[in-house]
């Protein structure tokens, strides 16, 4: 999935980038509103995160812009203008969140999950998943909800967690190289970093496996990369 | 400037302004009360001081009357017809026996003209002895000057007053004179200044002699009054003219004070008023400017806390993904990122006091409600802590009875408990705990709060909500704060329609948030 940021200063810009970018989003990066516009046309990202003040046209002209060409893409307001008023106006010019800096890691990640759900539920979104519910071992991954579940335990996952699980669901019993997991997880344009993958699969253990230590559901192949029992 | 403001500004400069007019006004009316009786007092002395003059004058007469009367020899006709002869005051003199009975003139004899006219006259007076006596002693008694054996003697008959002047001798006759009124009157003008005057002020007035039906018999001084004016002051005149009187007319100008005490009153009553409405206008515009002011302030304190956020986002933003980052790094590496996170959510929740605060004063405060589950936003803000307590050696305990999601602002729950544990690492560390129960029942959901730290005094359960209260140095001695978290708090519970309050505790502080539960349609229902 592709997200617009469009974001004055430099720093939150590629902060939020490379948040996404973890949560396995791809990132189109604007640092004024015009940019944002231009980027959108040419782009089409499947949602946008704006900030509001910008140099050129402010993130609520940037928002008006994209509800007049698209009514469904979902918009998120990240701003430091908190007032009742500011978020009464973004939401009534048809965003679909409003956050408010300064704001946490985890809080920016539950909120585009959340978005991403809504996403995924519209019949036209402009998205490549597999979003039929499918099973791995005892686990039953829905793609549309962002979500895993385990006899009554939810699991949260990211974007990139489906992804991964869905490669691993195509190709049950086989033995997948690194490169083949992050061309389809990460992204073409990626450079393959064992350890980035590595850290990142660690972490998708602890949360779907019974028994991170002994996993289930990934195991690990020696010399090659990873396998799924199912 | 507010409207009620400015009422109660204009208010105070009208009320004193009233006060002292409506005293200007009373001390103007007891001050020409004050005038005139002065102005009065000083016609009445120069009235004293004429019928000094005309007493004197008659007392004279007095003396004279008893010399002549004790000159006489023989109380025979031929002597006493002298004597009238002589003198041209004396018209004529009688003499009646101690029972009143006339024994001059001779009734019996021949009788010149004028003793046949006085008789005439004095026929009623000399007939009833009786009265004649008795007048004698009233007038005797009337009059304070006149001795038991002698005195003046009035009455009203012929042409107007006849004036006697008896005496009674030691065989107790009494030997009258019969003054003639119009010469004495003459003689008393003759005392009295000249008509024309010396005075050439009118405000000297005049003074005028009246007899007993007020028609002006002499009168002087410059002032000339209006037909019918009435008289500033009068005094009636010693016997014989005991029913005359002598009155001072003044112009109406004389017993007014004057208007100079009236332009002292005014130039007095337009100061103060002048000082007042100054001071009015000072004080509306210290209070506007102050108001200002503030309003600068507090807009200052708004951007800045806007402006702090972005670089804020970025710290924490930052190290937050850095700490994902370094998950396989050593303890020391995480320890330091775990300072940096906490540390930069420690300011998070201070921008956002500070602007809630501002919100708060402006009657800005709103809540974003949605539906949310108590017990997720309170283990979200028991995780945010959870390093900074364990650094301190606090443990946590969470009792959560509040499952049920129900519509509030969870921002705004999270901002309340990130006070009170806030509070609860800052000044109650020593007593390594923190526990928080939540528990919903009817219709409310509840959460407390409690530490076993140096707890709060008993009178300060109240007051710890203030603005800017602090408690004794002995507990906050060099501890950080801003003193608004309590008071953001309550006002956050209170703008839920819950509260925060104090509960009473054996050891440390317990806090107890309240929030209701609003009734959903469903749970309406029958």
Known sequence: ?230 | MKRPLAMALALVALLPLAGLGWMGARLAASEQQRFQQRVQALLETRLNDTKGRIQEFLQAHERQFQRQIQDLGALDAPTLRDLARNDALIRQVFVLDPQGRVLQPPLDGPLTAAETDFLSRARDILAGKDLLYQGMREGASSDSQARDDSGWFTWYGGRGLNIIYWQRNASGQTIGLEVDRVRLLAEVIGILPDTSGEAADASQGRIRLQDERGTTLYQWGPYEPEEGQAPAAALALPQPFSSWKIACLVPASALQAGPSLRIQLAAGLVAAGCALIALVIYLAREYSREMREAGQRLSFVNQVSHELKTPLTNIRMYAELLEDSLQDEGEEQRRKLGVIVSESRRLSRLIENVLAFSKDRQKRLTLRRRQACADDVIRSAIEQFRPGMEAKGIEIQFDGEAALPFEFDPDSLEQILGNLFSNVEKYAGAGKLLRVDSRQQDGWTTIRVSDRGPGIPRGQTEKVFSPFHRLSDRLTEGVAGTGIGLTIARSLARLHGGDLTLLPAEQGASFELRLPIPRTEDSAAP
Request: charged share 30%.
């Open chain 1, 1 to 230: 999935m592709k997200v617009l940021i469009a974001e004055d200063d430099r720093h939150t810009l590629e902060g939020l980038a490379e948040i996404l970018a973890r949560e396995g989003y791809e990132t189109v990066a604007a640092r004024n509103g015009k940019e944002a516009l231009a980027l959108f046309h040419l782009q089409s990202p499947d949602f946008v995160c704006l900030d509001i003040m910008m140099p050129g046209a402010s993130g609520y002209d940037v928002c008006r812009e994209i509800r007049r060409r698209d009514p469904s893409v979902p918009i998120m307001f990240i701003s430091a203008k908190s007032e009742e008023i500011d978020k009464v106006l973004g939401l009534e010019l048809g965003a679909d969140d409003f956050i408010t800096k300064p704001f946490g890691v985890k809080e920016v990640v539950a909120r585009i999950r959340a978005v991403t759900r809504r996403c995924l539920a519209q019949p036209k979104a402009r998205h490549h998943l597999q979003l039929t519910p499918f099973r791995l071992a005892d686990l039953e991954v829905i793609p549309s909800e962002l979500r895993a579940r385990r006899g009554g335990q939810c699991i949260e996952l990211s974007l990139r967690d489906v992804k991964i699980l869905d490669l691993f669901h195509r190709s049950k019993g086989k033995a997948l190289d690194r490169h083949t997991i992050f061309s389809h997880a990460w992204g073409g344009d990626h450079l393959p970093n064992s350890r980035t993958l590595d850290q990142h699969i660690s972490q998708l253990r602890k949360r779907i496996e019974v028994d991170p230590k002994n996993p289930r559901i990934i195991s690990t192949v020696h010399g090659v990369g990873y396998r799924c029992e199912g």
